[in-house]
């Protein structure tokens, strides 16, 4: 299947309440430092809302939960790599996607199989401290090339006015976090980002 080329992340299922009526068609679910039964209800909700919108569900870090509840897809950062039962994900059917910083990063992950690699952050980011600079966008050109037919997504300092650039220099998918959730209109940018990237 292919994926659409806007790939929102929220931290919460209302957010996917109110955007996945909008057109969202690839969604990450990402939710840190909650217990456990919070994240099961809050994954299966997702699940649900995606199922109803048709609309593809990543769910990210919590493997062993996207099992335990029929999803689809999970997405592992580098640290959950080295916790995650890749043979386990295999068998359970789970799409992966994974994120890469550098080319031991790229090199390791490509050994996985990945159902698409993100490479981050393309611009600088406020989502969180990281050790690695902007890559810019020759990186995004030089990572498309060695991914061949795997889907690359663009993450990191993402806006509208950027995502055109991103995909020209040859991301598939441009993902964006606090470019929406920290947008006085949050549906209307939504509007927006779907506008540029279909």
């Known amino acids: 299947m292919t994926l659409d080329r806007f790939y929102p992340i ?5 957010w996917l309440r109110r ?6 068609k690839l969604v990450q679910l990402r939710i840190k430092d909650q217990p456990d039964d919070v994240m099961r209800r809050q994954i299966a909700i997702s699940r649900d ?18 099992i ?35 080319d031991d990063e790229l090199e390791r992950v ?22 690695w600079h902007q890559q810019g966008l020759p990186r995004v050109t030089e990572w498309k ?23 020209d220099a040859g991301a598939d998918i441009v993902s964006a976090v606090t470019d929406i959730t920290l947008n006085v209109n949050p549906e209307a940018r939504v509007r927006e980002w779907i506008e540029a990237t279909r």
């Not at 999970?74 to 995650?84: M, N, P, V, Y």
């Open 19 to 24: 955007m996945l009526p909008l057109g969202v």
């Open 68 to 102: 335990d509840l029929g999803c689809d897809w999970i997405h592992l950062g580098q640290e959950d790599l080295d916790d995650a039962d890749l043979k386990v994900i295999q068998k359970a059917g789970l799409k992966l996607g994974v994120s890469t910083h550098d």
């Open 10 to 14: 929220f931290d919460h299922s209302d």
């Open 110 to 131: 490509l050994t996985m199989g990945p159902d698409y690699v993100a490479l981050g952050p393309v611009y600088p980011t406020i989502l969180k401290k990281m050790k």
């Open 145 to 167: 090339a060695r991914l061949g037919d795997i889907p690359l997504v663009g993450i990191g300092g993402m806006s509208v006015e950027r995502a055109a650039g991103v995909l």
């Open 49 to 66: 809302l995606c199922r109803a919108h048709d609309a593809v569900l990543v769910v990210n870090d919590h493997w062993q939960i996207a």
